[in-house]
């Protein structure tokens, strides 16, 4: 491939903005199909290498308590670290691959698994899990998942929940496919919930919706994701790699936040029952707990429910 890097460069962002076809660059950059996705491939390989290492959180201590205290002051969900889910992303079939990649949306499709922080940024991603897995399943299989069980993703220690009260994990929350965990909250199941349930409830949503809008975001700015990705499976993963890299350099460079006037001030925590927190299920009575005290309520998240 004779072509010189701006123009390859040049190729692979506007194929991911504009969402056209390989064919259509013959009309404008006069290149065949063959070139424009080996041009693509290896642009999206080398955005990827050369930007993730600086466009991702480091698993620092003070890298969790930054994005804490974002989620806190932005979601009113105290000592979360992030908020986890996953996104289809629709394909053309994958030769050899029979129905590995048909979707309960009856389509086919990889997934991309993520963990998003309050800035609307990815903080961890895995791409090209099999669209017939359930979100639990590819996400019990990351590394990030094997790090969190062994106590190697360099959390900070338990802390009161703010200012003062009983110590719990920090938290990634996440829906009902994701497995509960001391270091993952989902909401209670089931139709007959009392109101404190409902309430926690509400409350995870409000900061889970942030892996939910970082989603959209990322398909809204890279038009890619709005048809079918008619590419081989290793080329697929790149270009989800590099427009996930870009979003977050699109989003540290927006800094406009049309949300923070939904934020409220944290109160003193006093008078909180004490409650087992050895599993998942006692944080969460923790949280729900503190979420239905006079010092956690927010004033309309009963008009919510």
């Given at each position: 491939?004779?072509?010189?890097?701006?123009?390859?460069?040049?190729?692979?962002?506007?194929?991911?903005?504009?969402g056209c076809?390989?064919?259509?660059?013959?009309?404008?950059?006069?290149?065949?199909?063959t070139?424009?996705s080996q041009?693509?491939?290896?642009?999206?390989?080398?955005?990827?290498n050369?930007?993730?290492?600086?466009?991702?959180h480091?698993?620092?201590?003070?890298?969790?308590?930054?994005?804490a205290?974002?989620f806190?002051?932005?979601?009113?969900?105290?000592?979360?670290?992030?908020?986890?889910?996953?996104?289809?992303?629709?394909?053309?079939?994958?030769?050899?691959?029979?129905?590995?990649?048909?979707?309960?949306?009856?389509?086919q499709s990889?997934?991309?698994?993520?963990?998003?922080?309050?800035?609307y940024?990815?903080?961890?991603?895995?791409?090209?899990?099999?669209?017939?897995?359930?979100?639990?399943?590819?996400?019990?299989?990351?590394?990030?998942?094997?790090?969190?069980?062994?106590?190697?993703l360099?959390?900070?220690?338990?802390?009161?929940?703010?200012?003062?009260?009983?110590?719990?994990?920090?938290?990634?929350?996440?829906?009902?496919?994701?497995?509960?965990?001391?270091?993952?909250?989902?909401g209670?199941?089931g139709?007959?919930?009392?109101?404190?349930?409902?309430?926690?409830?509400?409350?995870?949503?409000?900061?889970?919706?942030?892996?939910?809008?970082s989603?959209?975001?990322?398909?809204?700015?890279?038009?890619i994701?709005?048809?079918?990705?008619?590419?081989?499976?290793?080329?697929?993963?790149e270009?989800?790699?590099?427009?996930?890299?870009?979003?977050?350099?699109?989003?540290?460079?927006?800094?406009?936040r049309?949300e923070?006037?939904?934020?409220?001030?944290?109160?003193p925590?006093?008078?909180?029952?004490?409650?087992?927190?050895?599993?998942?299920?006692?944080?969460?009575?923790?949280?729900?707990?503190?979420?239905?005290?006079?010092?956690?309520?927010?004033?309309?998240?009963?008009?919510?429910?």
């Amino acid at each position: 491939m004779c072509i010189p890097p701006k123009e390859m460069l040049a190729v692979t962002l506007r194929y991911f903005a504009s969402g056209c076809s390989l064919g259509d660059f013959f009309y404008t950059y006069r290149i065949g199909t063959t070139t424009a996705s080996q041009v693509v491939k290896t642009t999206s390989r080398a955005i990827w290498n050369a930007l993730n290492k600086t466009h991702f959180h480091e698993a620092t201590q003070g890298n969790w308590l930054d994005i804490a205290n974002n989620f806190a002051k932005n979601s009113n969900f105290p000592l979360c670290l992030g908020a986890i889910d996953g996104k289809h992303v629709r394909i053309e079939k994958f030769p050899n691959e029979g129905s590995m990649n048909f979707n309960y949306k009856k389509f086919q499709s990889i997934v991309l698994l993520a963990v998003a922080d309050a800035d609307y940024k990815f903080i961890y991603v895995n791409v090209g899990g099999f669209g017939k897995d359930c979100d639990s399943n590819i996400f019990q299989q990351t590394s990030f998942w094997k790090l969190l069980t062994q106590k190697k993703l360099n959390l900070p220690d338990p802390a009161p929940l703010p200012p003062q009260g009983l110590k719990v994990p920090y938290v990634f929350v996440a829906d009902d496919a994701f497995p509960m965990h001391e270091h993952v909250m989902r909401g209670y199941g089931g139709h007959n919930l009392t109101t404190k349930q409902k309430v926690f409830n509400y409350r995870l949503c409000r900061a889970r919706r942030y892996v939910e809008c970082s989603f959209g975001i990322l398909t809204n700015k890279w038009r890619i994701f709005h048809r079918p990705l008619n590419l081989s499976r290793q080329s697929a993963v790149e270009v989800v790699k590099a427009c996930v890299v870009l979003h977050n350099i699109v989003r540290e460079r927006d800094g406009y936040r049309f949300e923070d006037l939904l934020a409220c001030p944290l109160q003193p925590i006093t008078n909180v029952t004490p409650t087992s927190r050895k599993t998942g299920r006692g944080i969460r009575t923790c949280y729900a707990n503190y979420f239905v005290s006079n010092e956690g309520a927010l004033s309309w998240q009963l008009s919510k429910i």
